[in-house]
């Protein structure tokens, strides 16, 4: 799934997540952040809850690509990293999403953690990947 706000859920698609999860079907939700959509704890903290009501998982919270056309979506990481360290103090922890990027060059995803988050390069962030690779990312700053 790629909710990225309640609004989207319909009583269709909730009665048809609710068939398929009694089913035995694992339901999983890939939100992408938004920036001035949902890019604040509140929107995704009700979105997760209302997700969790439908037996879909709230799986990953996907940082914006650096790809040509998606500038003015992009927030800067951390406006994600700090979301994420608010819900896990107001919210369940089956509401939690990880917070990842795609790594550039299929190197994969990478969970944007204090433990993967290796550094700063001016407008970059350095990340560590799963195998222990760094990598510099396009890091959007404030107002961006």
């Known amino acids: 799934m790629h909710w990225i706000l309640t609004g989207k859920i319909t009583p269709v698609s909730a009665e048809a997540c609710l068939k398929l999860a009694r089913a035995g079907i694992a339901l999983g939700n890939q ?10 704890a509140h929107v995704i903290k009700k ?17 914006v690509k650096p ?3 998606t500038h003015h979506f992009r927030t800067p990481i951390e406006t994600g990293m700090d979301i994420i360290k608010e ?12 917070f990842v990027v795609n790594a550039p060059g299929g190197l994969g995803k990478i969970a944007l953690n204090s433990e993967c988050v290796a550094g700063e390069a001016g407008n970059r962030v350095i990340l560590k990947t799963w195998e222990g690779k760094l990598i510099q990312y396009e890091n959007p700053g404030p107002g961006s």
Do not use: C, E, F, W
Not at 31 to 40: E, K
Not at 47 to 63: A, C, E, G
């Open 47 to 63: 979105l997760n809850q209302m997700l969790l009501k439908i037996m879909v998982r709230p799986y990953y919270l996907l940082h």
């Open 87 to 98: 819900l896990r103090g107001s919210t369940s922890g089956l509401a939690i999403p990880t």
């Open 67 to 69: 790809v040509k056309g």
């Open 31 to 40: 939100s992408v952040l938004l920036a001035g959509i949902n890019d604040n």
